[in-house]
């Protein structure tokens, strides 16, 4: 690998997004200068997003941590005296020592989620140190945990139908995802199939990019999907259009599951979801005439109380209406299980340990818990952005009794709170392996350019941290190319010959597998479980059983904050300067005397959101959307969506609630009025340092 001057040079996007884009980085002067998509990807096909086009931004940007440091100011100032690695490595190291003396080994919590997909930057020595140490175990929840028990229960996380078959369906229905903005290259592969014939079929509170395209579009209410869902078993139950055959040799509580679908008539639930009872009749006779058909079950519906059963729902329905067995038919979740990789490079046993859910991080620093948490180490992560309950996460942050580590890229909403920060390499400047959750593809990832700064990778950072503290091992790796060939060397079947080789990797299904041809359930009986007695147990009220709305007459309307096409949840929003805007339908804006570019605030009981307001028949009436991931800046009283997201857990896998925030939403000033609208904007959170409007 050469990093010298004027030429492009070739590596993969490991950051979380389904596609794991193939790249071509152009390098001038030892630095990145550019980023377009690559080629060795046929699936992303030589495009990448907007977002990460403007990745060197980040990599040389203002907000980069260039050196260790040492928080000066009040939590939250963001003001550090920069020191050596030596010296920041030994006050951590010093900390998790006094920490674990004092308070136990599980006083010591790893915060970690999605700032990297790769499968070195997290799960490698980092897991190795603080699973010896002892530490608190954190559970990733924020994302996938509740789509993710459906699907282990139902199949066994069988691998999903990848996006280039999905040119040969005929029917398409897109169900809580939004491709324009989260895993883009889905939706060429979808227009293509449209041009060809296909209908498509559109499930989002929102009028998304494909919904506009879509044939039908359902603007259910947010968290009555499970509703819509076993509306369609009903029908397919009653009129005889289950695939009874099917049922039979491929499937187990088929008839639980009618029995708990059989009060869901259209007409009730129409009423849930807020969308017409000719619409849902429409779309289930829809589903079950066409072959192949097709679902793209996203991550939007599993954000709400009823997300794991909606999960389930969703993805049982190819089951009961046969449409698994021919290419292009079945179901889309997440690949990331297809290649069946466990980790073991890890090296270090799991031993039992405090689990603490990642969506009750303001509980655990703000509660009495036992031990309590003393070092909070946070990578990968921004956690002030991304968690639910923000004022309380926020609030823990601010204990003086709380060593705070973030160790991290650029400078966070969360590192200002840090005690210490650390600077981390990016993909661009350290080895990795991108692994593909939509597509099924495995990368290489190379670094371009020489570390910016003294930014250093995950993997040798906590190597040098489990030394500090006594816990490495003789001939374990310690440095990225050694970790790296141990994780070749564990990866399964010939998949690490092809990476040596630098060929294209494939499990032994290939990369587009047809659903019960190539691939079947992972259950323990190779069969579909379409009422797993663990989910029944598990879900408060059983699973497939709808949980009612938590609006009140106080907070009526649904806030939902979806993903955006301007960073990769909070990453990359430091690159947006502007201030967002609140989304609102035109009947409720009107109720409240809200016009387009308003101030207006969003609250309910846990806290406010002083921003903009866009005025669109794009969200649904009775719905409003605030983007996923904006930082402090973006808003005019430093709080974001997660401050009016409750952090209650979904039925099934403990999962995010985001979508369950009701709030109402009030005129604070004019678009004419400017500053004096800001000035108006009451302040009932603290404001960031650092706001940009
Ligand atoms: S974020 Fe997704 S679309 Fe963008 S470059 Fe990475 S893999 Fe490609």
Redesign the pocket.
Known sequence: MSKSAGHEVST??????????S?SVSLSDGRVVA?D?GHANPV?AGY??????RFAERMYGPDRLLRPGFRLGPPGSGEFRWVSWDEALGRVAEAMREARDRWGAESVLPFCYGGSNGLLTQDTTDARLFRRFGASRLARTLCASTTGAASQSLYGKMPSVTYADYVHAKLIVVWGANPSA????LVPYIREAQRAGATLVVVDPRSTPLARLADLHLAVRPGSDVAVALAMHRHLFESGLADAAFLEQHATGAEQLRARASEWTFERAAGVAGVSAESLASLAGMYAAASPALIRCGWGLERNRNGGSAAAAILALPAVAGKFGVRGGGFTLSNSASWGITKSWVGADEAPARLVNMNHLGRMLTEPVDPPVKVLFVYNCNPLATVPHQNLVRKGLERDDLTTIVFDQVMTDTARYADIVLPATTFLEQYDF?R?YGPISLQMVRPVVDAVGEARPNVEVFAELEARLGLDRPDEPRDELDMMLRVIDALPGGVGDAIRADVPAAPPFGTAPVQFVDVFPRTADGKVHLFPEELDRGAPMGLYVYQPDPATARHPLALISPSSEKA?SSSLYELVRSTAALTLHPDDAHARAIAEGDTVRVFNDLGSVTCLAAVSPVVRPGTVALPKGLWSRHTLNGSTANALTPDTLSDLGAGACFNDARVQVERVAGAADGAAGEAAAPAPDKPAPDKVH
């Open positions: 993969a996007c490991p950051l979380d997004c389904p596609d794991s884009c790249l980023l998509g992303t990448i997003c907007g977002k990460v086009r989260s895993g883009i290259h991108a593909a990769i």
